[in-house]
């Protein structure tokens, strides 16, 4: 999956009501997660699933629920507006107290444009809003307790990619073929291929 499949699969309307959990990008998605990851936008909702990618391969045991939203009024509460979610649907989205980290309430913590940096590259463009798979997480880390003591290497691994990165932009003018080239690559889910059969039926 790349960037245009990604912009497409969280747009269509077929198999998505402007918000829902996406179990094929979810791990473990039918235990209680351990972290919510939520996405709106094509690019935070690339960098959130190059996250999920980074974390899985060094976290297989972690559970974390990927939430796409389309329609931001989704968030609002019912009675403020047709469009909002109840508190059950809320909660069955979201939990009642694991922390969500949303790329673009208490247990939130928002990660969005803000208004920093030069225009460079895409994934440049991302880092200092720290809305970039590395940044995202590194969230998550700070804020899964079992994670905190155990994942040290690995956040340092973190740090020394956007080092890297900083450094590679600056002599080459380009992302790294790494960023340029990632793709999802897990196994697509019901979710996925409720999409994937949508694109392909006839006008």
């Known amino acids: 999956m790349n960037a245009s499949d990604v912009y497409w699969v ?13 179990d094929w990008a979810s791990t473990h998605p039918d235990t209680e997660p351990d972290v919510v990851l939520d996405c709106a936008g094509d690019v935070p909702t690339m960098e959130t699933l190059a996250a999920v990618d980074l974390l899985r391969s060094h976290f297989p045991d972690l559970s974390i629920q990927v939430v796409n939203v389309v329609d931001l009024l989704r968030l609002q509460h019912e009675s403020e507006g047709p469009h909002g979610l109840s508190d059950t649907d809320f909660d069955a989205l979201f939990t009642t107290d694991k922390p969500v980290i949303f790329a673009n309430h ?8 803000r208004e920093e940096g030069t225009t460079t590259t895409p994934f440049d463009m991302c880092v200092p809003n720290r809305i970039d798979r590395f940044h995202l997480a590194m969230a998550v880390i700070d804020r899964v307790p079992r994670l905190k003591n155990v ?6 691994k973190f740090k020394n990619a956007l080092i890297e990165h900083h450094q590679y932009i600056r002599t080459h003018g380009e992302d790294m073929p ?26």
């Open 10 to 22: 969280s747009s269509t309307g077929r198999c998505n009501k402007g918000i829902g959990i996406w």
């Open 106 to 113: 208490g247990n939130f913590h928002v990660h969005g444009f």
């Open 151 to 156: 994942s040290a290497t690995v956040r340092e």
């Open 178 to 203: 790494e960023i340029n080239n990632w793709q999802w690559t897990a196994v697509p889910g019901p979710g996925l291929q409720c999409e994937q059969e949508a694109r392909e039926e006839p006008l």
